[in-house]
């Protein structure tokens, strides 16, 4: 078996003979702060954008929930809502990096989105007050990104990690975490034994 760990397609790490654990570390390890709420835009740093996330329920806003995140760390989210039969507004907003790529997904359980068989329910992204996306016409879910983001959904700041690896006979013995200090950020593992199969995953 074996094991590498790629930054924007260029191998940074390979391995596979160690004995119980092995450790790296990849990238710039510098601290970093973390976003913060705020309840307009003047609450955000010079280097931050405010954003607004509209929700008016249908009828059935139990059905409905949604979450925004950058890369796989959620930043808000909220529902189920209530099943009020009317048309209610819910607002939430978060000060992030101007350089984010962010994805917004709305999921709606029954399957006939939020607009408009029982209620015209609908939602908003707004980016420092501009609108960025609307919508509530959609089935199961839709997911939006917003910011800057180039093709493979990093933003122009970011970079793509990948971990690829080999099990070997006992991949129920093997694990992995790919961290950022305390964080966890991916993880995969135990695996099958008894076949050589390729695992990969991404951030």
């Known amino acids: 078996g074996s094991y590498k760990i790629f930054v924007d397609g260029v191998v940074q790490m390979s391995g596979g003979e160690f004995e119980t654990i092995e450790t790296t570390q990849i990238g710039n390890c510098s601290p970093t702060s973390a976003p913060t709420v705020g309840s307009n835009s003047s609450a955000c740093a010079s280097d931050e954008s405010m954003v607004r996330v509209e929700l008016s329920t249908d009828n059935y806003g139990s059905e409905t929930t949604w979450e925004l995140k950058n890369g796989d760390n959620v930043l808000l989210q909220d529902g189920p809502f209530a099943d009020n039969f009317v048309q209610q507004l819910y607002t939430k907003e978060i000060c992030v990096s101007k350089s984010a ?62 971990v690829q690896l080999l099990t070997d006979y006992r991949g129920s013995e093997t694990t992995w975490e ?14 099958p034994n008894f076949i050589f199969q390729l695992y990969t995953k991404e951030i």
């Open 101 to 162: 790529c962010l994805s917004m997904m709305i999921v709606d359980t029954y399957g006939d989105g939020i607009c408009c068989e029982v209620g015209k329910g609908s939602y908003k992204i707004f980016v420092d007050g501009v609108e960025q996306k609307s919508g509530g016409e959609f089935e199961s879910s839709e997911t939006t990104q917003i910011g800057d983001c180039d093709s493979n959904g990093c933003a122009s700041d970011e970079s793509m990690v990948r």
């Open 178 to 191: 790919l961290k950022s200090r305390d964080n966890i950020l991916l993880q995969d593992g135990p695996f």
